[in-house]
């Protein structure tokens, strides 16, 4: 069930539907906890999947707050953690910042996502 959430959330996003995203995406982080725990480094593409989704529908301090606990996640589970997990967390960052106006921050963030690949 984590994998068909976490899929039909990415699916929503890809098709430009980010409001539909996000009841998939907040499933799929109920059945990520419940299987994982709430310390586990699989939660962190549950919050990147909500984050884009708010960025999407303009909720850029909601989207600041599930990048901010995705970061705490992986750093929680540093070792754990992929690179491309790694890559989309900074990915996300740099459309928030850019959505913010926040060019340099969003240029940098951007910058660590392609040092992560």
């Given amino acids: 069930m984590v994998g068909l959430t976490q899929?039909?959330?990415q699916k929503l996003l890809f098709q430009g539907k980010p409001e539909e995203a996000?009841?998939?995406?907040?499933?799929c982080l109920k059945f990520t906890a419940d299987a994982y725990g709430l310390a586990?480094?699989?939660?962190?593409?549950?919050?990147l999947i909500?984050?884009?989704?708010?960025?999407?529908l303009g909720r850029l301090c909601q989207a600041e707050a599930y990048l901010a606990q995705?970061?705490?996640?992986?750093?929680?589970?540093?070792?754990?953690?992929?690179n491309a997990i790694r890559s989309q967390?900074?990915?996300?960052?740099?459309?928030?910042?850019?959505?913010?106006g926040d060019y340099e921050a969003a240029l940098e963030s951007l910058a660590k996502d392609v040092s992560c690949l």
């Fill in 70 to 82: 995705a970061q705490w996640t992986m750093l929680k589970t540093q070792h754990e953690c992929s």
């Fill in 7 to 9: 899929l039909i959330g």
């Fill in 89 to 100: 967390l900074h990915r996300k960052l740099g459309l928030l910042y850019a959505a913010k």
């Fill in 50 to 56: 909500l984050a884009e989704s708010s960025i999407g």
């Fill in 22 to 27: 996000v009841p998939a995406a907040l499933q």
């Fill in 40 to 47: 586990s480094v699989e939660l962190v593409s549950p919050y």
